[in-house]
C-alpha cells in the first residue's frame, strides 16, 4: 500500500509520478549554467568594482545576498520555474564564480592573478556562504 493524497492504494494504482517541476531536461541544464555562469562572471565584476567603497566591509554581506538571489531567481525564470538539487548545485557554482572573479587582482601590464589568502578570511566565506545559500533558497 502507498499513501496518496486521496488515501491509501496500491503501488499500481497509485501510479506515484514525480513533479513536473523537478524533472529538469538536458537541454534545460545547459540554459541553467549559461545563465547562472554568466551571470555570475558579470556580477563578480560588479562586486569587484564596489570593493574600492570606503563601507564596503558592511555592504559586502548585501551585495552576497543581492548577487545569490539574481542568480538563483534568473537561472529558475530562464527554465520556467524549474527546481531541483542540480540547479541548486548549478546556482551555488554561479555564486562562486562571481567570488572568483571578485577576488581576482590586475597588476599593471596586463598580468592578473588570484589571491589565496583571500580563500582564508573569514568574512569573505561567511560573504560566499551567505550567496551561496541565497541562491540555492530560490531552487528549492
Known amino acids: 500500500m502507498v499513501q496518496t493524497p486521496v ?14 517541476i523537478y524533472e529538469v531536461s538536458p537541454a534545460q541544464y545547459l540554459v ?34 543581492g548577487i545569490g538571489y539574481a542568480i538563483g531567481e534568473l537561472t529558475g525564470r530562464a527554465i520556467n520555474r524549474k527546481r531541483g538539487i542540480g540547479l541548486q548545485f548549478v546556482a551555488a557554482a554561479g555564486v562562486l564564480i562571481s567570488f ?8 599593471p601590464g596586463g598580468v592578473f592573478f588570484f589571491p589565496v589568502v583571500a580563500l582564508f578570511n ?17 531552487l528549492r
Open 122 to 138: 573569514p568574512w569573505s566565506l561567511l560573504a560566499l556562504g551567505l550567496g551561496v545559500y541565497m541562491a540555492v533558497s530560490r
Open 100 to 107: 572568483i572573479v571578485a577576488q581576482i587582482r590586475f597588476l
Open 32 to 65: 541553467a549554467m549559461g545563465v547562472a555562469w554568466g551571470l555570475g562572471a558579470m556580477l563578480g565584476f560588479v562586486w569587484a568594482f564596489l570593493r574600492f567603497l570606503p563601507f564596503f566591509f558592511y555592504l559586502n554581506f548585501m551585495v552576497s545576498l
Open 7 to 20: 488515501g491509501a492504494r496500491c503501488a499500481e494504482c497509485a501510479q506515484l509520478r514525480r513533479s513536473p
